[in-house]
């Protein structure tokens, strides 16, 4: 074939600098250079141990270092969202925007190996600019589901208002998206709830996101069995552009480093895991951002002690547990600081449910391993996740929403109905949805042959 003769397309991918954004793209990558595509991945040096595991098994994959671009308002190393205050996040995005001339100077000298296109994360909308001044094609991708993407760009092409500025429970309506869903104003992207007009930074961001509407498709890490309804047609806010669904891009070996060292090895946790019965031990993460309070921590802890249930529970290194609780509970749980194993952990078949901030890569992963939920989104895409879980899926059931300590009762009622009777239905339907995953990503499968098409597109471009 053509395709194998020719010189594979160079393909530049741009990861946006937080935990979720990079490890999705570059779980993407692995799978583009096993189809012989050629890749060059830009990262700044602070993020450049994250592609360690990457390039060990994908040798042939190239890196372009760039120097972080300055900002008087980011600390000198701060090249990465794990650990910014969230409202870093958009003077983050705006200050990337400065990779645009190292990048363009960078391409314009690869005579000898052209750039062919550019995949580049939702939040670097301005290597659209890029590409075009290039005459290239930009693909966007997605870390996030369709509808999450579609949403998220929806109030930045429609720029809904409240009618109180004080109403967090105004309802926003998306009729243009199948089902026309609704959401109170709190739940959504803080992105669109903190913009400003006329300022420089808000701007910046509104503008990332109407730029991806220009582009030539978009990549999203989902799959059609979970997202259908949003698939089956072009949706007007995503540009009517064409969406290849190519998730889950989770890691299959159940072992796979996820983005960091772990401060428990695989094999620590399985030993502890092996002693506990099917199906009774509760996950608990959320995250590597999100910043659990003393008081989310302390009501948590309770209920955990109350119940009695059996857990792992993945802090921070900065999370303050209540003194005395993990010697209490020590024959019950397992704390963990800082980064952990979860594909593993998810993949044991000890564990039952996952207590999550329904951050999208978590979500693939629980899906993967045919895992339930307990929904607790607090920020980002998290609550339209949540919803698309619930009441679509049927993977899961809400626990708790938001910053603050939850209702000990409430909670404690719900994680004793999940491990009970009525968690029943939903672990079956979760398990059925495993086999869909796995499915989809298997040769000949939904995904399979979405990369497959893509793949071929990227190859077309080298005859245009």
Same mark, same amino acid.
């Given at each position: 074939m053509e395709e194998q003769t020719q010189q594979p397309p160079h393909i530049l991918l741009v990861p946006y600098p937080a935990q979720g954004h990079i490890l999705a793209l570059l779980d993407l990558a692995h799978l583009l250079s096993l189809r012989k595509l050629s890749l060059t991945i830009v990262v700044t040096p602070s993020n450049l141990p994250l592609l360690t595991p990457l390039l060990s098994k994908s040798p042939?994959?190239?890196t372009l270092?760039?120097?972080?671009?300055?900002? @008087? @308002?980011?600390s000198p190393g701060m090249e990465n969202t794990k650990g910014m205050p969230p409202t870093s996040f958009t003077t983050l995005m705006h200050t990337v925007t400065g990779l645009y001339d190292p990048l363009l100077a960078w391409i314009q000298s690869q005579s000898h190996h052209p750039v062919t296109a550019i995949i580049s994360d939702f939040f670097h909308g301005w290597t659209h600019t890029l590409a075009e001044k290039l005459g290239i094609p930009r693909m966007v991708f997605a870390p996030s589901g369709v509808l999450g993407t579609a949403v998220l760009h929806s109030v930045f092409r429609r720029m809904p208002q409240r009618s109180d500025p004080t109403d967090d429970k105004f309802v926003v309506s998306f009729p243009d998206i199948p089902k026309a869903p609704s959401y109170e104003w709190y739940k959504l992207s803080r992105l669109y709830r903190t913009y400003v007009e006329g300022d420089q930074v808000s701007e910046s961001v509104k503008r990332n996101f109407l730029l991806n509407l220009k582009s030539w498709g978009i990549i999203s890490n989902t799959f059609k069995a979970l997202e259908e309804a949003y698939l089956e047609n072009p949706l007007e806010d995503l540009g009517y552009q064409r969406v290849w669904a190519v998730g889950p891009l989770a890691p299959t070996d159940g072992?796979?480093?996820?983005?960091?060292a772990n401060t428990v090895s695989s094999s620590d !946790?399985?030993?502890? &895991?092996?002693?506990?019965? =099917?199906?009774?031990?509760?996950?608990?993460?959320?995250?590597?951002?999100? /910043?659990?309070?003393p008081q989310q921590a302390t009501s948590l802890a309770a209920v955990l002690e109350k119940s009695g249930v059996q857990f792992i529970? !993945?802090?921070?290194?900065?999370?303050?547990?209540?003194?005395?609780?993990?010697?209490?509970?020590?024959?019950?749980?397992?704390?963990? *600081?800082?980064?952990?194993?979860?594909?593993?952990?998810?993949?044991? !078949?000890?564990?039952?449910?996952? &207590? @999550?901030?329904?951050?999208?890569?978590?979500? &693939?992963?629980?899906?993967?391993?045919?895992?339930?939920?307990?929904?607790?989104? /607090?920020?980002?895409?998290?609550?339209?996740?949540?919803?698309?879980?619930? =009441?679509?899926a049927g993977v899961a059931m809400n626990a708790w929403e938001g910053f603050g300590p939850p209702?000990?009762?409430? &909670?404690? @009622?719900? /994680?004793?109905?999940?491990?009970?009777?009525?968690?029943?239905?939903?672990?079956? *339907?979760? *398990?059925? /949805?495993?086999?869909?995953?796995?499915?989809? !990503?298997?040769?000949?499968?939904?995904?399979?042959k979405d990369l497959d098409e893509l793949v071929h597109e990227l190859w077309k471009l080298k005859g245009m």
């Open positions: 042939s994959i190239e270092s760039l120097p972080f671009p300055s900002n @008087t @308002t980011i072992v796979q480093d996820r983005g960091g !946790v399985t030993a502890w &895991l092996d002693k506990c019965q =099917e199906g009774s031990v509760l996950y608990i993460c959320f995250g590597s951002q999100a /910043m659990v309070t529970w !993945v802090v921070l290194e900065s999370t303050v547990i209540p003194e005395g609780f993990a010697e209490r509970r020590a024959h019950k749980g397992m704390i963990i *600081r800082g980064w952990a194993p979860q594909v593993a952990i998810l993949r044991h !078949v000890a564990v039952g449910w996952f &207590l @999550t901030h329904c951050g999208w890569n978590s979500i &693939l992963e629980s899906v993967a391993a045919g895992v339930s939920m307990l929904t607790w989104p /607090m920020t980002a895409d998290q609550y339209v996740n949540a919803k698309l879980l619930v =009441e679509e209702q000990e009762d409430a &909670l404690a @009622t719900v /994680m004793a109905e999940a491990m009970g009777e009525r968690g029943n239905a939903i672990r079956e *339907r979760s *398990r059925e /949805m495993q086999m869909t995953a796995a499915e989809a !990503v298997r040769e000949g499968g939904s995904s399979s």
